[in-house]
T-cell receptor
Framework: NAGVTQTPKFRILKIGQSMTLQCTQD?????MYWYRQDPGMGLKLIYY???????DKGEVPNGYNVSRSTTEDFPLRLELAAPSQTSVYFC??????????FGPGTRLTVT | RKEVEQDPGPFNVPEGATVAFNCTYS??????FFWYRQDCRKEPKLLMS???SGNEDGRFTAQLNRASQYISLLIRDSKLSDSATYLC?????????????FGKGTKLSVKP
């Protein structure tokens, strides 16, 4: 049982490039989430999903897209990367109203 | 009033001290409550869920007061390894944000 896994761990992008951050969970959780955390700041919700085929915007969705074609996977797509998207990205999942489990994060730098 | 508010930090305490954090929430329909711990540059990890009757796990005690809409975390006999940021999390049930609201966190620094 690996829990929540994220790839890559680190990435450097040039301005205007695109990339997909991968997130997979093997706990059969219905809810999945993407957060970003800037240095010294709290978590900000980007997108979340309540189940396969259903996604919704969080607090800071601009510049990102998601899809949820399976229960296990919840990739986050960055189109036209900007320096403001330099951050640590955490994926998380949970079942119902139970506790949330986080992946180890992806550290992204856009230069 | 913000949905979830935590004590402003940082808390700087000596080893062996007892320290308490409070967290208030605004939605009276909130269903479940959690304390998470986040170490620098790491992902948040569940410290403990908070039950209506209160619960204890070793040196950690969590309390819930639904009437006053706050939860608390008490750490006894602080260790250097307790230094971290502690996040209060509230499941508001229904609505946006996937039901979970995170506090901004309270930073604890335990000194020798």
């Amino acid at each position: 049982n690996a829990g929540v896994t994220q790839t890559p761990k680190f990435r450097i992008l040039k301005i205007g490039q695109s990339m997909t951050l991968q997130c997979t969970q093997d706990m059969n959780h219905n809810y999945m989430y993407w957060y970003r955390q800037d240095p010294g700041m709290g978590l900000k919700l980007i997108y979340y999903s309540v189940g396969a085929g259903i996604t919704d915007k969080g607090e800071v969705p601009n510049g990102y897209n998601v899809s949820r074609s399976t229960t296990e996977d919840f990739p986050l797509r960055l189109e036209l990367a900007a320096p403001s998207q330099t951050s640590v990205y955490f994926c998380a999942s949970r079942w119902g109203s139970r506790e949330q489990y986080f992946g180890p994060g992806t550290r992204l730098t856009v230069t | 009033r913000k949905e979830v508010e935590q004590d402003p930090g940082p808390f700087n305490v000596p080893e062996g001290a007892t320290v308490a954090f409070n967290c208030t929430y605004s939605n009276s329909a909130s269903q479940s409550f959690f304390w998470y711990r986040q170490d620098c540059r790491k992902e948040p990890k569940l410290l403990m869920s908070v039950y209506s009757s209160g619960n204890e796990d070793g040196r950690f005690t969590a309390q819930l007061n639904r009437a006053s809409q706050y939860i608390s975390l008490l750490i006894r006999d602080s260790k250097l390894s307790d230094s971290a940021t502690y996040l209060c999390v509230v499941n508001i049930g229904g609505g946006s944000q996937g039901n979970l609201i995170f506090g901004k966190g309270t930073k604890l620094s335990v000194k020798p």
